[in-house]
């Protein structure tokens, strides 16, 4: 079973890039927004539905273990990608088409 749900979500996870991949295309919104919005909240839904059920049960042990566990996995996979990209310079070889993505994403941050 375990199986048959990891190759089931490979497959979504790789069409759903290809489609926001399209998506940015067609509409122009740029990578960055796109993968934001589609593929962030997208792949943030399996802790928000362990978290919602967690709750509805009265289990806070695993709502919050969850959400922090899913915090901590992030920041590990920015850390090991930091770690590897560290010398390659990547903000070198960035696009000016995505000016306005970014002026919009540091206007959502701050």
């Known amino acids: 079973m375990f199986i048959a749900a990891s190759i089931v979500s ?60 899913s915090i901590l996995f992030n920041i590990f996979v920015l850390l090991v990608l930091d770690i590897f990209f560290r010398n390659k310079r990547l903000f070198l070889r960035v696009s000016d088409n995505h000016i306005y993505t970014g002026i919009l994403l540091s206007c959502f941050v701050q």
């Open 10 to 69: 490979s497959i979504s996870a790789i069409r759903l890039s290809k489609h926001a991949d399209i998506i940015s295309k067609e509409t122009k919104i740029g990578g960055l927004l796109a993968g934001t919005i589609l593929l962030a909240v997208a792949t943030s839904l399996p802790e928000l539905t362990t978290t919602i059920s967690a709750s509805i049960i009265g289990n806070a042990d695993i709502a919050v273990g969850g959400g922090l566990g």
